[in-house]
């Protein structure tokens, strides 16, 4: 036992002894515990579960406490290993232990005895080879998986090994196989003359000389298929000494891939030639010998320098220029220019040449293109000639649409002036006192004057359309509102024939866009009014969807259907709708007017908003016309108002079928879904309880509401009880609230006709839903039917009026005073000028074309020489064609208003333009 202590030293041995059931633990051993624990003693005593928590991995930890059960069991020896940290080096060390289980005296106790060594070594040991191995694996794995056939020699030239895929490209069984047949998978001799066996064996002396040697090798197959490929051998170091690894890759395909370019190359329609830096010429296509008239690519290359005359057009020696150019290309990439050759034959011609600089091999060449111009020249020179007979038929043309558009311009203004006169004077009759019969007679002049601007602005508008100077805006709209002024356009006419009206909107159809609103509006007027004019019985109906696809997520296409039962049309007439200046009856007894430029405008209109327009008819059954427009979506919320009356229930009730029709129609437009119409010929008491529906809001338009609305109101009450409507009274403007009769404290709300869609939307929305939202969309920004009111902070402010046509300055003069609008006036812009430098005027109305000075230099002179920069100056001209309103605004005015003179639009203006601290 004296040389157990050298033995547990010289084995890194350490022996324990656990005792149980103390759970004591000792290690002994000095040179064990101080490698394994760093502990310099020769016994160390633990307490097992400190030992296993603090001195163990915590990795292994949970696995030594399930092993102790198989430790004490005693069921024969155990082993096992785990790491233990050790304090001196600061690191986790291996310790294997194995042991046997000794019972004690006592049988209820026992103690384990064993032996334990550091075994860390020998893990490190395990890990490096097994991780050896692996990447030995992984590296034959690569090689074997390598595209190219890979062979190895020692520095004696023995072949070695080989990978896989050499296996595979010559066709044999195994490894062993290839490499005993090797001398053999070459011919005799390769395509250069040399012996193969010679020709390999030097190759693998120099690349043992140089480290690497790239060349062409033929292989033979045991089948005696030729393989052409190319060889790199490298060498690389090996332990003491080199090997040779050699790559061979099959050229079978880039061969074949070489003759299929050669023969695009030779079908090229181009001439094509390769030359180096110093312009040698290695290589040309047949196209080449065929345009300078050769029999062989040799001769070609041969004579190529004799095939340009000795100097060009420019006069430059040939060989000089060439030269410099080859050189810009290998510079540059690329040089394209014009070159004069000659053929065998001694014919010059014409050329363009392109050089290009292509990598080839190790370095680069010029490839240079060259196609004949011949006739190419010649068909410039003739495209030359139609191009300047063109051009005199385009000054031509330009000089006859100029004459055009100025005879347009002239005729415009000098009918516009004298229109300006009739309507302006007719509508300041109206506010006079007349007879019945005086009245009708303006009436009719001012409807007749308004036909005759309408034509006007038809032939305007096509004007416009032929020169392309068409212009579209995009803004906000609501599209009910552009349906409200349709209404109003026609209700009148619709009242007169006794026609009826019905608009039928898709739900998911968006009210708020952004478009030109104006074109819509003149596109469904022009339609619904040749439905009305050509409708003697029954009526029209508009119908609006949205499409599925209108090409873009903040888009929508919708289409407009508007459906008579009218005379209808033939086939043949349909065929010529859309053409201008045709008309559908274009006898000389027809019976209804117009220019026949209403639907040509239209179908422009229409394809400008991104759609179609198209007609079907059937003779005596009616017409319809459907159109597409594209929109954008304004991203605006509904109002809560419009947005919820889809859901009212409505009940009309009255005793006059064309207004209630009225009422129904304006109630479609705003997308209420459930109406009911009851009529009676005398009045309320025709009305029974049982026969009224469900209704959440109860519309009672009576000619004479003081006679039947208290009686009404009864019905109601006695048919409804507690679940009592909300009651709109609907009265004639020549009542008010106070002469209604009767007890009304149930009418929610009272309405005069004709009633307004704004003040419908607004009426309902107070009644229903607190208040509707501040912006209404039924509300017209600017009206053109004369109701401008003039702001009362404005009234009084001076205005000079610049016109030089008598009738006008007295009409505009008339307009203004009945406003209170102080005005002076200046007969053109010379005395406009003059006035302007003595007095102060608000706002200043100037006509365009005036004798000694127009318009448009007199707004110069005040803007530039004068200073007057923040007077507002508005345009008030008969110009109205396509760039007039531009071009005043070019020259410094603030707005541009066209005669004949809208009330509405005239006081609009003022209102926009005059500030109340220039009075």
Same mark, same amino acid.
């Given at each position: 036992?004296?040389?157990?202590?050298?033995?547990?030293?010289?084995?890194?041995?350490?022996?324990?002894?656990?005792?149980?059931?103390?759970?004591?633990?000792?290690?002994?051993?000095?040179?064990?515990?101080?490698?394994?624990?760093?502990?310099?003693?020769?016994?160390?005593?633990?307490?097992?579960?400190?030992?296993?928590?603090?001195?163990?991995?915590?990795?292994?930890?949970?696995?030594? @406490?399930?092993?102790?059960?198989?430790?004490?069991?005693?069921?024969?020896?155990y082993t096992s290993r785990y790491r233990v940290w050790n304090r001196l080096e600061e690191k986790w060390k291996w310790q294997e232990i194995f042991g046997f289980v000794h019972p004690r005296n006592n049988s209820e106790s026992i103690i384990i005895y064993g032996g334990a060594r550091d075994v860390s070594d020998q893990i490190k040991l395990t890990e490096s080879y097994e991780q050896i191995q692996e990447a030995e694996k992984r590296i034959q794995i690569m090689l074997d998986a390598t595209p190219l056939a890979c062979t190895f020699w020692d520095e004696n030239l023995n072949i070695i090994d080989c990978n896989q895929e050499s296996v595979r490209l010559y066709q044999l069984s195994s490894k062993q196989e290839y490499l005993a047949k090797f001398d053999s998978l070459f011919p005799e001799y390769q395509p250069n003359g040399r012996a193969s066996a010679e020709y390999h064996t030097t190759q693998l002396r120099r690349a043992l000389e140089t480290g690497r040697e790239v060349f062409e090798w033929l292989h033979v197959l045991p089948s005696g298929v030729q393989i052409p490929a190319e060889i790199t051998l490298v060498r690389v170091e090996w332990l003491n000494s080199y090997r040779i690894v050699g790559y061979a890759r099959d050229l079978r395909e880039i061969?074949?891939?070489?003759?299929?370019?050669?023969?695009? *190359?030779?079908?090229?329609?181009?001439?094509?030639?390769?030359?180096?830096?110093?312009?040698?010429?290695?290589?040309?296509?047949?196209?080449?010998?065929?345009?300078?008239?050769?029999?062989?690519?040799?001769?070609?290359?041969?004579?190529?320098?004799?095939?340009?005359?000795?100097?060009?057009?420019?006069?430059?020696?040939?060989?000089?220029?060439?030269?410099?150019?080859?050189?810009?290309?290998?510079?540059?990439?690329?040089?394209?220019?014009?070159? #004069?050759?000659?053929?065998?034959?001694?014919?010059?011609?014409?050329?363009?040449?392109?050089?290009?600089?292509?990598?080839?091999?190790?370095?680069?060449?010029?490839?240079?293109?060259?196609?004949?111009?011949?006739?190419?020249?010649?068909?410039?020179?003739?495209?030359? &000639?139609?191009?300047?007979? *063109?051009?005199?038929?385009?000054?031509?043309?330009?000089?006859?649409?100029?004459?055009?558009?100025?005879?347009?311009?002239?005729?415009?203004?000098?009918?516009?002036?004298?229109?300006?006169?009739?309507?302006?004077?007719?509508?300041?009759?109206?506010?006079?006192?007349?007879?019945?019969?005086?009245?009708?007679?303006?009436?009719?002049?001012?409807?007749?004057?308004? /036909?005759?601007?309408?034509?006007?602005?038809?032939?305007?508008?096509?004007?416009?359309?032929?020169?392309?100077?068409?212009?579209?805006?995009?803004?906000?709209?609501?599209?009910?509102?552009?349906?409200?002024?349709?209404?109003?356009?026609?209700? %009148?006419?619709?009242?007169?024939?006794?026609?009826?009206?019905?608009?039928?909107?898709?739900?998911?159809?968006?009210?708020?866009?952004?478009?030109? /609103?104006?074109?819509?509006?003149?596109?469904?007027?022009? +339609?619904?009014?040749?439905?009305? &004019?050509?409708?003697?019985?029954?009526?029209?109906? @508009?119908?609006?969807?949205?499409?599925?696809?209108?090409?873009?997520?903040?888009?929508?296409?919708?289409?407009?259907?508007?459906?008579?039962?009218?005379?209808?049309?033939?086939?043949?007439?349909?065929? !010529? $709708?859309?053409?201008?200046?045709?008309?559908?009856?274009?006898?000389?007894?027809?019976?209804?007017? !117009?220019?026949?430029? !209403? @639907?040509?405008?239209?179908?422009?209109?229409?394809?400008?908003? !991104?759609?179609?327009?198209?007609?079907?008819?059937?003779?005596?059954?009616?017409?319809?016309?459907?159109?597409?427009?594209?929109?954008?979506?304004?991203?605006?919320?509904?109002?809560?108002?419009? /947005?919820? $009356?889809?859901?009212?229930?409505?009940?009309?009730?009255?005793?006059?079928?064309?207004?209630?029709?009225?009422?129904? +129609?304006?109630?479609?437009?705003?997308?209420?879904?459930?109406?009911?119409?009851?009529?009676?010929?005398?009045?309320?008491?025709?009305?029974?309880?049982?026969?009224?529906?469900?209704?959440? @809001?109860?519309?009672?338009?009576?000619?004479?509401?003081?006679?039947?609305?208290?009686?009404? +109101?009864?019905?109601?009450?006695?048919?409804?009880?507690?679940?009592?409507?909300?009651?709109?009274?609907?009265?004639?403007?020549?009542?008010?609230?106070?002469?209604?009769?009767?007890?009304?404290?149930?009418?929610?709300?009272?309405?005069?006709?004709?009633?307004?869609?704004?003040?419908?939307?607004?009426?309902?929305?107070?009644?229903?839903?607190?208040?509707?939202?501040?912006?209404?969309?039924?509300?017209?920004?600017?009206?053109?039917?004369?109701?401008?009111?003039?702001?009362?902070?404005?009234?009084?402010?001076?205005?000079?009026?610049?016109?030089?046509?008598?009738?006008?300055?007295?009409?505009?003069?008339?307009?203004?005073?009945?406003?209170?609008?102080?005005?002076?006036?200046? /007969?053109?812009?010379?005395?406009?000028?003059?006035?302007?430098?003595?007095?102060?005027?608000?706002?200043?109305?100037? %006509?365009?074309?005036?004798?000694?000075?127009?318009?448009?230099?007199? #707004?110069?002179?005040?803007?530039?020489?004068?200073?007057?920069?923040? $007077?507002?100056?508005?345009?008030?001209?008969?110009?109205?064609?396509?760039? %007039?309103?531009?071009?005043? *605004?070019?020259?410094?005015?603030?707005?541009?208003?066209?005669?004949?003179?809208?009330?509405?639009?005239?006081?609009?203006? +003022?209102?926009?333009?005059?500030?109340?601290?220039?009075?």
């Open positions: 036992m004296t040389y157990l202590p050298r033995i547990q030293d010289a084995g890194c041995l350490g022996l324990f002894e656990l005792c149980l059931p103390e759970y004591i633990l000792n290690f002994y051993g000095n040179t064990f515990n101080k490698n394994l624990f760093g502990i310099d003693r020769d016994s160390i005593r633990f307490e097992w579960m400190d030992y296993v928590r603090n001195h163990c991995h915590p990795d292994d930890q949970q696995r030594m @406490l399930s092993e102790r059960f198989e430790l004490f069991s005693g069921n024969g020896g061969k074949a891939a070489d003759e299929r370019n050669q023969i695009m *190359l030779d079908a090229t329609p181009l001439a094509c030639i390769f030359l180096d830096k110093d312009c040698n010429y290695i290589d040309c296509n047949m196209e080449a010998v065929r345009l300078f008239g050769m029999k062989t690519k040799k001769e070609y290359l041969a004579s190529f320098g004799r095939l340009s005359p000795e100097f060009q057009e420019d006069g430059q020696l040939s060989v000089t220029t060439i030269s410099q150019q080859v050189l810009k290309a290998f510079n540059t990439g690329r040089e394209v220019f014009e070159w #004069t050759h000659r053929k065998a034959d001694g014919m010059l011609f014409p050329a363009e040449v392109i050089l290009v600089r292509v990598k080839y091999r190790e370095g680069y060449v010029i490839a240079g293109y060259m196609r004949d111009l011949t006739e190419q020249k010649a068909h410039l020179a003739e495209i030359r &000639k139609t191009h300047e007979e *063109l051009l005199l038929a385009r000054d031509i043309a330009e000089e006859s649409a100029r004459t055009k558009s100025e005879f347009l311009a002239n005729m415009s203004h000098e009918i516009r002036t004298p229109m300006n006169a009739i309507l302006g004077m007719t509508n300041l009759v109206m506010h006079t006192e007349l007879t019945e019969k005086q009245r009708f007679y303006i009436e009719k002049t001012q409807l007749s004057a308004k /036909s005759l601007l309408r034509i006007i602005n038809d032939i305007l508008d096509f004007s416009k359309i032929e020169a392309g100077k068409l212009e579209f805006e995009y803004v906000e709209f609501s599209l009910q509102r552009v349906l409200s002024d349709l209404l109003d356009m026609f209700i %009148d006419k619709l009242i007169e024939k006794g026609l009826f009206f019905s608009v039928q909107i898709e739900p998911d159809a968006p009210d708020a866009l952004i478009g030109d /609103s104006l074109r819509l509006n003149q596109v469904l007027l022009n +339609l619904l009014g040749n439905s009305i &004019k050509f409708t003697e019985n029954g009526g029209a109906v @508009l119908a609006i969807e949205q499409l599925a696809d209108a090409g873009h997520e903040e888009e929508v296409m919708l289409r407009f259907t508007i459906t008579d039962t009218g005379i209808g049309l033939t086939s043949e007439q349909i065929s !010529g $709708l859309f053409v201008p200046f045709r008309q559908a009856d274009s006898s000389t007894t027809r019976r209804f007017g !117009g220019t026949g430029l !209403g @639907l040509a405008i239209s179908r422009s209109l229409v394809e400008q908003m !991104g759609g179609r327009i198209w007609c079907e008819s059937t003779p005596g059954k009616g017409t319809s016309f459907s159109f597409t427009a594209r929109f954008r979506t304004s991203g605006q919320e509904v109002p809560r108002c419009y /947005s919820r $009356l889809a859901l009212l229930r409505v009940l009309l009730i009255g005793d006059n079928t064309t207004s209630l029709r009225f009422f129904r +129609l304006q109630l479609e437009i705003l997308r209420c879904r459930h109406i009911e119409v009851i009529t009676f010929d005398e009045g309320p008491d025709k009305l029974r309880a049982g026969d009224m529906p469900e209704a959440d @809001l109860v519309f009672l338009d009576w000619q004479q509401p003081d006679i039947h609305c208290s009686g009404a +109101l009864e019905m109601l009450s006695l048919r409804y009880g507690s679940a009592m409507p909300r009651v709109i009274l609907a009265i004639s403007k020549q009542f008010s609230r106070d002469q209604l009769s009767g007890d009304i404290s149930g009418v929610s709300g009272i309405v005069q006709k004709p009633v307004t869609l704004s003040t419908l939307h607004d009426t309902i929305g107070n009644i229903f839903y607190d208040g509707v939202p501040s912006k209404n969309p039924y509300t017209p920004v600017v009206s053109t039917d004369n109701k401008v009111a003039v702001r009362e902070d404005i009234r009084g402010s001076r205005i000079l009026l610049v016109e030089d046509n008598k009738i006008n300055q007295l009409l505009a003069e008339e307009l203004l005073v009945m406003e209170n609008f102080t005005v002076d006036i200046a /007969s053109n812009g010379l005395e406009a000028i003059e006035l302007l430098k003595i007095e102060s005027y608000a706002l200043v109305l100037m %006509d365009i074309q005036m004798p000694e000075m127009d318009g448009l230099t007199a #707004t110069g002179i005040i803007r530039n020489e004068m200073g007057l920069t923040e $007077l507002p100056v508005i345009a008030m001209t008969a110009h109205a064609m396509s760039g %007039d309103r531009e071009q005043s *605004l070019e020259a410094g005015m603030n707005d541009h208003i066209t005669k004949p003179i809208d009330e509405g639009l005239l006081y609009a203006a +003022l209102n926009r333009w005059i500030r109340p601290e220039q009075e």
